[in-house]
């Protein structure tokens, strides 16, 4: 046993050799050989600790981009929700729910809404006051030229209208009709299968809410829009002057009633409510009054083609005007401005807007113009159930019957409605030069509004 290992030496077993030389290179090869046994695991550690790494910064930076992309949709603020979903009620908005009642709904996303939106009801009714506008020297009410208030028939003096004997069953003979429609499977027209998700946002901008009450109202360009809005900003509180509301529809100047932003409208929700917005509009439209008004069909046509072209309309005449000229009337050089224009003869005529209307080419491009698109397009009416469907031929009765269903008969009246200079009776001379083809054509373009809202077929116009 004496001649025993000279021992470990640091994990290397040392032998004896021949020689000093021999020793150390003997050792420094089973140092090399041990080393290189070490090195496989040491790698894959390293390999796992970058792929960590790396997999921690990529993760971080999807968080980041969610945040913000989240954030963007909801808005710092608009992190509040801006009304409750309580029954509507006269100047006393979002009471709580009562027990029992069959109205609200129970399911647990909307039990959180409801706790969302009544801790933010003060914060809604100052809101609703923030908009001022500069307030007036004189009067309000639109100060309009002979030629204007020939084109835009406005009359500004009160008149009864025709009483019938019976406004709530011809409502709902309305109301029955539309149904009755949209039901029928063997009455087609584009877009009416589709569902209400199915709606894009950009297509529910006609759709003006009032919370303070629970209403909703979709607005039709030329049939006495201007006026429901201003009944509607009344109602909402959405625009004051000097701090305080309006209550007189009339003293609202005409330019801030068409401004997009004095009204809270459907398409807005996804900026605020991100993806809650369709939840909220369905909760909405089921628990809110819901109204529209429209008119005959080929009467608010003429309506739209008078007051956008008859008129020096600066807008409508480069946008529309001006290629209505050139494709339909081959001019090839046309006045800078519309003032020049008419100054040199140069309007478009009846029979060039209806080319416009019925060309394919047209809404290739972009889609009709809120003035003549059709009612169905804009309001959606097989999708959404209205409560109460008006009628430019009876505004006086009817507004008189949907202010006392609203319940805020005693906060306002509807401002005194003009009397139409468009009327039913004209369409015969408008359409006299325009092709028996065309005027069958244009009918099929909007028969569903014709349908729908129970306006008889022109048969005059579209006989031999």
């Known amino acids: 046993m004496a001649d025993s290992p000279e021992g470990v030496r640091g994990g ?21 050989k041990g080393s290189g046994e070490e090195a496989p695991a040491s790698m894959d550690t390293m390999t796992k600790s970058r792929f960590f790494r790396l997999w921690l910064v990529l993760g971080s930076v999807f968080m980041i981009l969610l945040i913000i992309v989240y954030w963007d949709n909801m808005g710092t603020a608009h992190l509040y929700l801006h009304t409750s979903l309580s029954r509507p009620h006269i100047l006393q908005p979002f009471p709580s729910p009562k027990p029992g009642d069959g109205k609200y709904f129970t399911a647990s996303i909307e ?41 835009r028939g406005y009359d500004w003096s ?77 109602l909402s509180q959405s625009l004051s002057d000097q701090g305080t509301p309006y209550r007189d529809p009339l003293d609202i100047p005409r330019e801030y009633v068409h401004n997009s932003s004095t009204h809270l409208t459907f398409n807005k929700f996804w900026r605020r409510y991100g993806k809650f917005s369709r939840h909220l509009m369905k909760v909405k439209l089921k628990k809110y009054t819901k109204f529209l008004f429209v008119r005959d ?52 005529s009846f029979a060039n807007f209806i080319q416009y209307l019925l060309d394919p080419h047209t809404e290739k491009l972009a889609p009709f113009n809120e003035h003549w698109r059709q009612v169905h397009r804009l309001c959606h009416p097989c999708q959404i159930d209205y409560d109460f469907v008006g009628k430019l031929e009876t505004l006086d009765q009817d507004a008189t019957q949907l202010l006392r269903l609203l319940k805020v008969d005693r906060l306002l009246q509807f401002p005194p409605s003009y009397r139409n200079r468009t009327a039913s009776s004209w369409e015969e001379g408008w359409f006299a030069k325009i092709p028996l083809a065309w005027r069958r054509q244009l009918y099929k373009l909007y028969e569903a509004d014709f349908v729908l809202f129970g306006y008889p077929k022109p048969e005059n116009l579209l006989r031999d």
């Not at 290397?12 to 090399?32: D, F, Y």
């Open 297 to 348: 069909p080929f009467v608010r046509l003429i309506s739209a083609f008078r007051s956008k072209f008859e008129l020096e309309n600066e807008e409508f005449y480069q946008k529309f005007a001006v290629p209505m000229l050139k494709r339909y009337s081959n001019h090839t050089s046309l006045p800078k401005s519309v003032s020049e224009a008419f100054s040199a003869g140069l309007r478009v």
């Open 12 to 32: 290397v077993i040392a032998t004896p050799q021949a020689s000093s030389e021999g020793s150390v290179w003997s050792l420094q090869e089973a140092e090399v």
């Open 158 to 234: 009160s008149h009864d209208a025709q009483q019938s004997p019976d406004p709530d069953g011809r409502q709902a003979e309305r109301r029955s009709v539309l149904r009755g429609f949209c039901a029928n499977a063997s009455f087609v027209f584009p877009a009416k299968e589709r569902s209400f998700d199915d709606i894009p946002n950009y297509e529910l901008n006609h759709l003006i809410v009032d919370d303070r009450h629970g209403v909703i109202y979709c607005y039709v360009p030329k049939v006495a829009c201007t006026n429901w809005k201003r009944v509607m900003i009344v």
């Open 111 to 151: 039990e959180i809404l409801e706790k969302l939106l009544s801790a933010h009801a003060k914060q809604n009714i100052l809101l609703g006051r923030k908009v001022e506008q500069p307030s007036l020297l004189a009067s309000s009410k639109p100060v309009l030229s002979n030629m204007e208030e020939s084109v």
